[in-house]
């Protein structure tokens, strides 16, 4: 086999092994990003020089007989809004073009000294504010299934290299579904981890309350293994929950007897489409097979989290995206005097979609409607989280389509707000709950387009989600999908 | 619901403090309403005896130890800076003479 289709885990441990080498390992999917790249166009920087220099530091390290950790000469590419000490992150806007960050984030920070080489930063819509990664100020990306749709987003980038081997692992960040749904539409696995579970110092703020890295791979071993690198308690992060890592070894079962289901009613309604559905409903079956219970709930309130996010989120956006003002970093647009220079500045660095969502937020935010909009999506937030509390009193793990649709074409949805907001109408509950929840795929449609399967757990349970998902990959024979690419 | 004028829109790209083109502002005011008008469902929902929920994860005043630290050294936090000068950020005149 081919060095770029081995897993994380058959990489790190042949690594181990001295079977193959750091070295190897990154020219050949170097190799790799350099066949694939111009179709899909998942990177907006690739950084071989570096990669192959940290495969020859780690050689030798190994070749002393040092600890060199889980991660050992494994690639990984890296969403562009995570901040990486030396190399350009841009959140794929024209602002921070050439924003170089004087420090690493915390999980970069953790998969450095775990050992993983980072191979590049990945596209994505700017500031993580979109569904399709069309929303990057520099390219879109394409789905390795089909080089006319779109991979997702805002992860996009992460979750197409993964899904055509350009990377064996990607990190992505998800504030409303931005892991999950591109995950879905690439036919690979998504996690969303427990709000907190999950450092953010140095993953550059969207959507406070909302935002959380996780992991995107091409099946839910190597995205355990991953999780169990970045779970970490980070005293930078003042919203980091101060619990231990979960141990790999016990996330390393597969498991599902006996487990109680529910099936979100509401998430298999309207506007889902009914081939997804089907798809979903199908994959429901292995996890039955595995002693499985499987039942359907109601969360009453999920219709109203669509409009309660896309409040809240702008709102915290509104505020979060204050800081570039052209002055600290990033670009300055010369004007006569400093508010005239903000606003010329503000208005060349930012696109379409981030200018809408900072005057949805500010409006949501400004005096004479701030109870109307802010405060009343605070209150249904609360509601939604109460369904959900309610809904984990009865189930251990609920299920619902990742994406209400397969992946649509380049062009389709980005004159229609709207339209594109409702490409998150399964997974913007989970976020607004702080709920852990993964995405794996469930199958490919009659157009040969992947299909995803969200599965949600209880907060900071990521154990029982991650051993469930196991199980259901272990028994559905169509895993791992490969893109045709 | 009442429709957000294209005054407005100007009021908030000011207090946003982006600067926006005539077409801008066009497309903004109608893009607005339509996502407003579709988010008034939010409106019907009984919420007067809910809390509004502000954090998520059960966390209060989470304190540092007040021990110096290490921090970035300046040449590093201005390295990013437009402008800059004997160790400060530069911004335009704000003060006249």
Known sequence: ?485 | MRRLTKEEVEHVAYLARLSLTEEEKEMFTEQLNRILEAFAQLQQLPTDDVEPLSHIIPLKNVFAEDEPKDSLPVDEALANAPEKEDGYFLVPRIIED
Not at chain 1, 84 to 111: H, Q
């Open chain 1, 1 to 485: 086999m081919e060095i770029f289709g081995l897993t994380a885990r058959e990489i790190s441990e042949k690594v181990r092994k001295k079977e193959i080498s750091p070295k190897e390992v990154v020219s050949a999917f170097l190799e790799r990003v350099e066949e694939i790249e111009p179709k899909v166009r998942a990177f907006i920087s690739i950084t071989p020089e570096l990669a192959m220099e940290t495969a020859k530091q780690i050689e030798e390290h190994l070749m002393k007989g040092e600890d060199i950790g889980l991660l050992a000469g494994v690639p990984i590419a890296i969403k562009d809004n995570i901040c990486t000490k030396g190399i350009r992150t841009t959140c794929a806007s024209r602002i921070l073009e050439n924003f170089v960050p004087p420090y690493d984030a915390t999980v970069v920070k953790l998969l450095k000294e775990a050992g993983a080489i980072i191979v590049g930063k990945t596209n994505m819509d700017e500031f993580a504010m979109g569904s399709s990664t069309e929303n990057s100020a520099f390219f879109p990306t394409h789905n390795p299934y089909d080089l006319d749709r779109v991979p997702g987003g805002s992860s996009g980038g992460s979750a197409a290299a993964v899904s055509a081997r350009e990377a064996p692992l990607a990190l992505g960040s998800d504030t409303g579904g931005s892991i999950r749904q591109p995950a879905s539409f690439c036919g690979i696995v998504g996690f969303k981890p427990t709000y907190g579970r999950v450092s953010r110092y140095g993953l550059v703020a969207f959507a406070s309350s909302l935002d959380q890295i996780g992991p995107l791979t091409a099946n839910v071993g190597d995205c355990i293994l991953l999780f169990s690198i970045i779970a970490q308690y980070d005293p930078l992060d003042s919203t980091s929950a101060p619990l231990p890592t979960p141990p790999l070894e016990e996330m390393l079962v597969p498991e599902a007897k006996g487990l109680k289901i529910g099936l979100v009613q509401e998430l298999f309604g309207e506007g889902i489409e009914e081939e997804v559905k089907e798809k979903v409903l199908e994959a429901v079956k292995y996890l039955e097979e595995k002693g499985a219970i499987v039942e359907w709930v109601s969360l009453p309130h999920l219709s109203y989290a669509l409009p309660c996010y896309y409040i809240i989120a702008p709102s915290e956006a509104s505020s979060n995206l204050a800081r570039y003002d052209g002055v600290k970093y990033g670009l300055r647009v010369e004007a006569d005097g400093i508010i005239p220079m903000y606003m010329e500045t503000r208005d060349k660095g930012f696109g379409p979609e981030v200018k809408r969502r900072i005057m949805l937020g500010t409006y949501a935010l400004s005096a004479g409607y701030y109870d109307a909009y802010y405060l009343k999506a605070l209150k249904v937030r609360t509601l939604i989280k109460r369904d959900f509390d309610k809904a984990f009193e009865k189930f251990d793990i609920l299920i619902s389509p990742t994406s209400p649709i397969p992946p649509f074409k380049i062009g389709e949805k980005i004159d229609d707000p709207l339209k594109m907001y409702m490409a998150d109408i399964c997974t913007i509950p989970i976020n607004l709950a702080a709920l852990p929840a993964i995405s794996l795929p469930a199958g490919l449609d009659s157009q040969g387009l992947p299909v995803g399967l969200q599965m949600i757990g209880k907060p900071f349970e990521e154990v029982v989600l991650l051993k469930t998902a196991f199980a259901y990959e272990e028994a559905n024979p169509l895993l791992p999908l490969k893109p045709p690419i």
